[in-house]
């Protein structure tokens, strides 16, 4: 494996306006070629008090964060690659600088996959999307990267390299250390391997679209629900605002995504129900395997990321939203609410409560609506966290919201395992 | 024993006293007698008496019992129903035991968002029954789900033969009250919402064997029943083809609710136990396979598996025809180890867990470490995600057989872990399999998760002696565990 040199001739980060205008880069960039780099580097920061920022494929540059300064940015861009994958056993291990798309697409030779479907797919890299517990629509049905994830190699800050989990789709055996690291914005650890459990390929992939004007938006709610208490199947049930809709299937409407993979007789079946209990005046369209499989790809590539250069004129942010199921409908209604000028793209799941709202427009007013969102979300028991956001305003907009009364957990795991602050300082919740 | 001692009336032990004050007299044990029960759960080759018994009602009074515990000094643990395989209730330490069995309630059913909350002590299968009529289930199903409390699910990530498809316990929990070692009351993702932002504590805790904090509330998430179910009984004469059509029906791309298998000795026992179906007892092996979902896709499904057992010799292969028909041969199943009692007096599970597609050559050893001790060994268990259960049957009354059949089950974990695999899948490490996580466990890897404790729980005060081989401790429990099976 790669050779040894540690660290490598820093390059200068030539990327600077992104840099500029979403932070979390250090002042120089180290791409390792191994692990054993990757805990050389680590080891030396530590004992030298130096700060790294880690990056994947830097979509999610924008993701909080608001230290000024890091010393080095370690990119994991030259961690690719598939080191073992068990077709019977239907798990693989992969390295984690490896995009969505490279592994999605070597699975699929074997007509498997992983069952997780993040935004960025071509960009994002298999270990940030962990870090940042990024999801797609899919999840009602395949979960999350939480369900996903069997076993890990991470590589501590102080250049200890630890294995959690298994490569066993079933493990009980000590703490379930996975789960630290999922989510936990790399602040922890530096995932450096990742052992996932696969899905079959569906043999069959359709969507159903379901539209209505404004006025009928009720009527998506109430199919939602009937679906859900029906014994229907469906893989996403997915509500986009007009914006949205306008955006993708150019239908001023409401528009709730339901998507069946299945074997044929149960998807025809199943978008047969949603027919027969379509709200009256309703659209449907339904479209099937390669046009559902790009539609999705189209959808999973919309929203703003750090690898976007800011506009000028306007500023854009993301907003990730928690809440109860179908509370996510009622917060869609209310975002209606958000003063003019600022525009609204939002979905969410009816069936697993994340919700998304990319909001571009005046920076004030963009400021405002995120309060406006994260206000409606707190009434309701859920929450709003900002992931992209220009890196000037983070200070401004808390990008966690508001600290959980066990806060101090979180702060004993960190001073645990990162007592220097040597990773991602700053980037995750209350300054950790 | 205990009779001389009654009469004399002794001096309370002003600790018990004072938990009397938090719950009041009628809700602690602390007489000898009284506490004989609590000397171990499911697993019974050791015991170890408590301190006392404690019943509290509320979130309050364990928050209270747990601060009296923490500022004292005095070791204490959780217990649900006792039914936990590796030892995690038993009090090593003369534990103050919190039981939660009289927080038993379903708090609330919320269909619209598909979630209840429960109680700690309810009982898993009660959480099913209560929802069924509105045609909603909750799908963790450990075979001990009759009497198992979903705390203790929680503490142990439970799974159970539709795991497969549905996922462990820790996949369905939205949300965790927890008291903490010191007493504090925590509530993780109070509405039962995704993705709460900080670190996943509730991932954590869950799986955490009661070492981390008491669980005292738990949001679940419920499903709807599938439209459609059909099961498959396999029998095979060869172990081999039994075992490789497993992998075959996974590779086929077809993603069953439940595979399960069971060897020759195994199905002797079944049949010997309480609900026998009447399987062959000259077949080598049988599948008990289910595929559920929209019923329009089941038949396929159904088909190909049929196919696939053909194609690997099956002797006989049917359909259940009938739910009366399908639930004698889960009933069959599910009681399958108590079932082994017909067989043979003792017998101690193992729960080792492999890449599915090791299987034939890991059934191997396991007859093989079988040949070598004299013992024993029926196999049954969660074939299609991999999860062995090795159950060595022994007789305690014979001078060395529990040794024996301890060091049978330290070998099949062996033989798991030396394919890759793990030495628990759900039933935990408990005290039981403490030595062999350094099977697959580094001492740094070791020291990263205790660590992770004395986050939670810095003075070791609850549950100590759990889970972690540390050096010194090891070697205390290692003869504790000799001199109890000394004298049994
Ligand atoms: C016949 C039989 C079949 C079984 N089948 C399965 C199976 O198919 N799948 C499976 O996974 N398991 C199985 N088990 C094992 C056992 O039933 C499970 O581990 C179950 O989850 C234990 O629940 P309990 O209420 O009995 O917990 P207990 O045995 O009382 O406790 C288990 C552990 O959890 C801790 N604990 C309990 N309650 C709490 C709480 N509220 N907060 C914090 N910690 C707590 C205890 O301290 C202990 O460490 C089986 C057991 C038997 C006897």
């Known amino acids: 494996m790669g050779t040894k040199e540690v660290p490598q001739e820093p390059r200068k980060d030539t990327s600077v306006s992104l840099a500029d205008a979403f932070g979390n880069r250090g002042a120089e960039v180290l791409t390792p070629k191994s692990e054993e780099e990757i805990a050389e580097i680590l080891q030396k920061a530590n004992q030298e008090g130096k700060k790294i920022a880690v990056e994947g494929g830097g979509s999610k540059r924008g993701y909080g964060g608001t230290k000024e300064h890091y010393d080095y940015t370690l990119s994991m861009a030259g961690n690719k690659g598939v080191v073992e994958h068990k077709v019977g056993d239907m798990t693989v291990t992969v390295r984690a600088g490896t995009t969505i798309t490279e592994l999605q697409d070597f699975l699929q030779e074997h007509n498997q ?259 406006h969102l994260r206000r409606t979300a707190e009434e309701k028991k859920g929450y709003a966290i900002v992931k992209h956001l220009p890196y000037h305003l983070r200070d401004e907009i808390d990008v966690w919201g508001k600290k959980t009364s066990y806060f101090f957990l979180f702060e004993g795991i960190k001073r645990t395992i990162d007592p220097k602050n040597t990773l991602n300082h700053q980037r995750f919740i209350g300054g950790i | 024993m205990f009779g001389s001692k009654k009469r004399k009336k002794p001096q309370r032990d002003p600790h018990i006293n004072k938990l009397i004050e938090i719950v009041g007299e009628k809700e602690v044990l602390y007489e000898d007698a009284d506490l004989l029960s609590y000397d171990c759960d499911g697993f019974t080759v050791h015991k170890a008496m408590p301190k006392a018994v404690v019943f509290p009602a509320n979130t309050e009074e364990v928050a209270a019992i747990v601060r009296y515990c923490s500022t004292n000094n005095i070791p204490f643990l959780a217990r649900g129903a006792g039914t936990g395989l590796s030892g995690g209730a038993i009090p090593l330490n003369r534990e103050v035991i919190i039981s939660l069995v009289k927080m038993k309630h379903l708090l609330s059913v919320d269909y619209e968002n598909r979630q209840a909350v429960v109680q700690p002590g309810f009982v898993n299968l009660k959480l099913t029954n209560s929802i069924s009529d509105k045609g909603y289930y909750y799908a963790p199903d450990p075979s001990s789900q009759y009497v198992c409390t979903i705390g203790g699910n929680v503490a142990e990530n439970a799974g159970g033969a539709h795991c497969l498809k549905y996922g462990v316990t820790t996949n369905h929990i939205l949300g965790l009250e927890v008291v903490l070692p010191n007493g504090e009351i925590i509530e993780i993702s109070e509405a039962g919402v995704p993705d709460s932002p900080g670190y996943d504590v509730m991932g954590l805790l869950t799986g955490s064997e009661g070492t981390l904090g008491v669980v005292t509330k738990i949001t679940v998430r419920i499903l709807k029943n599938p ?118 007096p003792d017998y101690l599970v193992q729960d080792g867990v492999i890449p599915r597609s090791r299987l034939p050559e890991v059934l191997e050893n396991i007859y093989e470490i079988s040949r070598e001790s004299g013992l024993r060994i029926a196999n049954i268990f969660h074939a299609g995600d991999g999860n062995l259960h090795p159950l060595i049957l022994f007789d305690s009354r014979k001078p060395g057989e529990t040794e024996k059949a301890l060091k049978a089950g330290t070998a099949c974990l062996k033989a798991c872990s030396d394919v890759g695999g793990s030495i628990t899948g759900e039933h935990g490490v408990g005290i039981e399999k403490k030595e062999e996580m350094r099977f697959v466990f580094t001492d740094e890897e070791l020291e990263a998760q205790i660590k992770i404790r004395e986050v939670f729980n810095p003075d070791d005060l609850l549950n100590k002696g759990k889970l972690f081989p540390t050096p010194s401790r090891c070697m205390d429990v290692k003869k504790i565990v000799k001199d109890t099976v000394a004298v049994q």
Not at chain 1, 157 to 186: C, H, Q
Not at chain 1, 209 to 230: F, G, I, T, Y
Not at chain 1, 237 to 265: G, R, W
Not at chain 2, 276 to 304: C, R, T
Request: aromatic share 6%; glycine share 10%; hydrophobic share 40%.
């Open chain 1, 113 to 371: 996959m992983i069952s997780i479907h993040p935004n960025w797919p071509d960009q994002a890299t298999i270990g940030g999307v962990i870090a940042a517990n990024e999801s797609g629509p899919k999840r009602l049905k395949y979960g999350s990267a939480r369900d996903l994830v069997i076993g890990l190699r991470v590589v501590y800050p102080d250049g200890e390299i630890i294995r959690t989990g298994a490569k066993v789709v079933k493990n009980v055996a000590g703490y379930d250390m996975n789960k630290l690291f999922v989510g936990s914005m790399g602040t922890l650890g530096v995932i450096t391997e990742v052992t996932m459990k696969l899905r079959p390929k569906p043999k069959c992939e359709s969507l159903v679209q379901v539209s209505v004007p404004e006025e009928k938006l009720q009527d998506l709610k109430d199919l939602a629900v009937r679906v859900q208490d029906s014994m229907i199947e469906p893989v996403s049930l997915e509500l986009l605002n007009t914006a949205l809709s306008k955006k993708i299937i150019n239908q001023e409407a409401y528009t709730l995504l339901i998507a069946f993979e299945d074997v044929e007789k149960s998807c025809r079946y199943q978008e047969e129900w949603i027919y027969k209990h379509k709200p009256e005046g309703a659209d449907v369209e339904v479209i099937h395997q390669q046009e559902a499989h790009h539609f999705w790809k189209t959808f999973k590539n919309l929203e703003p990321s750090g690898l976007t250069a800011p506009a000028f004129e306007e500023t854009q942010a993301v907003i990730k939203i928690g809440s109860k199921n179908m509370d996510v409908y009622e917060i869609m209604k209310e975002s209606a609410g958000i003063e003019a000028g600022v525009k609204v793209e939002a979905h969410g799941g009816l069936g697993h409560g994340i919700s998304y709202y990319t909001l571009s427009g005046p920076e004030r007013k963009v400021i405002s609506a995120i309060q």
């Open chain 2, 227 to 344: 439209e459609g179910k059909q099961t498959v009984l396999a029998y095979f004469d060869h172990i081999e083809d039994g075992s490789r059509a497993v992998s075959d029906i996974i590779s086929a791309g077809i993603v069953p609710a439940a595979l399960e298998m069971m060897d020759k000795t195994a199905i002797e026992g079944v049949e010997a136990g309480a609900y026998p179906v009447g399987h062959p007892d000259d077949i080598e092996a049988l599948l008990l396979i289910e595929v559920d979902g929209i019923k329009a896709g089941i038949s396929e499904q159904i088909e190909e598996i049929l196919n696939v057992c053909r194609g690997r010799n099956v002797r006989e292969v049917k359909v259940a025809e009938s739910e009366e028909e399908r639930g004698r041969w889960w009933a069959n199943r599910k009681t399958g180890f108590g079932a082994m009692g017909a067989i043979s």
